[in-house]
């Protein structure tokens, strides 16, 4: 199996557990999202929240390393587009997941202290529910996914290292995405209308179907040759207008 082919493996293994990580973290922490007293829920539900909170972390460290497997491929077409793919998804969204799970791992002693009978529990409540649904920064990284996605997507559709019916739907169903996080963002729309859902739903779908594609059938290999070429051609020295190739 050559290097290409590892990297396409990677990066459909790397959705595929990004993916999963993302649903149990959801299924994990969905009781306290609806907990009527969401401090005492955690409190006798901890490790639902480590759970979760571990959860988060793998699908973030999944999904950054999909961006690193990519980029060698990636780079050979489109060096910007694949170095600020890997700034999106390996470094700023990495860190916003990071920061998730952190919020949601204070909530465990933060939960102690509203349990021993704080006199500022009313404050406690507040902190605790700004702490578990941080929904403003959920809404951050998914406009931070949605800007790497386009980039990811652009470069496939460009360098056809996938079909590019499977990168034009990418390019659709993300911008889909984008509009469906902002919308609530600016206070456009309620954020718990099931239209948003179905707006995301397509591009839960589109990569999955793009994760089993690169893992059975990889990058395109004439694209990788064409991107291999390309490249060399961009590294070889420019020939000076005063010299001659020897006779």
Same mark, same amino acid.
């Given at each position: ?108 002693? +933060? ?29 951050? +990284? ?53 239209? +948003? ?51």
């Amino acid at each position: 199996m050559n290097t290409s082919r590892k990297n396409a493996v990677i990066v459909g293994a790397m959705y595929i557990m990004g993916t999963i990580g993302g649903i149990l973290s959801l299924v994990f922490t969905q009781p306290a999202r609806t907990a009527q007293d969401l401090l005492t829920y955690i409190s006798a539900n901890e490790n639902q929240i480590v759970l979760g909170a571990i959860s988060v972390l793998i699908m973030g460290l999944a999904l950054a390393m999909v961006a690193v497997a990519a980029f060698p491929v990636l780079r050979k077409h489109n060096e910007l587009l694949a170095l600020g793919y890997v700034v999106f998804r390996s470094g700023l969204e990495a860190v916003g997941y990071a920061a998730m799970a952190v919020s949601w791992l204070f909530l465990l002693p +933060l939960s102690h202290v509203y349990q021993a009978g704080a006199p500022d529990a009313s404050n406690l409540e507040a902190l605790g529910s700004a702490l578990f649904k941080v929904s403003q920064v959920e809404f951050v +990284l998914a406009i931070v996914f949605s800007l790497g996605a386009l980039m990811f997507y652009s470069v496939l559709y460009q360098s056809k290292l996938v079909p590019r019916w499977l990168s034009g739907v990418g390019l659709i169903v993300v911008v889909l995405s984008w509009a469906a996080n902002l919308l609530p963002m600016l206070g456009l729309v309620s954020p718990g209308l099931p239209i +948003l859902s179905y707006m995301e739903m397509p591009l839960f779908l589109q990569e999955m179907v793009l994760a089993v594609w690169l893992i059975v059938k990889g990058f395109n290999p004439s694209a990788i040759a064409a991107g291999s070429a390309k490249q060399i051609r961009r590294s070889e020295p420019a020939q000076s207008w005063g010299s001659y190739p020897p006779a």
